[in-house]
């Protein structure tokens, strides 16, 4: 095994015993860095020091890294305009926090015969947002359900209060 003393200098390619001796004259631990190495890689550390600056760096790492929800929607196919336009301004308000959205529309009983409905709908919601959004995945109908995800595309949509 390739052995690496506390300072960062390498001994060399050591058998396991020789390496253990040599951690054991120093005071410190050997710890294996790297198993899938050939040869592996051990360094002789402080395993309590070693462990919690690993520790440490685990949970900085945690802290800084930004976790992407996939939020839902759920239509029926007979759905609204009103109750449409709400749940549109919901998928909105997703977008605008960063999430990615799926959106399930689902058949029931003889809507099943008129699959070219969903697909309507689908095309309709999503020319609703414009240039805003970007498909992640084109709607594909699976069993009873057409899904299909989007996310914000950056641009923000303008939206102008005229009155006519």
Known sequence: MRVIDEDGKQLGI???????????????????????ADPPVCKIVDWGKFNYQRTKQLQK????????????????LKIGEHDLAIKMGKVTKFLDAGHKVKI???????????????FKLAEKVIASFGDTIAVDQQPSLAGKQLNFVIRSSGAKKEITNAKT
């Open 14 to 36: 050591l058998s396991r015993s020789e390496a253990l001796q040599l951690a054991a004259e120093r005071d410190l631990d050997l710890v294996e860095i790297s198993p899938d």
């Open 61 to 76: 790492n945690r802290k800084t890294a930004k976790t992407l929800e996939m939020k839902q929607m759920r239509f029926g």
């Open 104 to 118: 399930t529309l689902v058949y029931r009983g003889r809507e099943q015969a008129h699959k070219e409905i969903g």
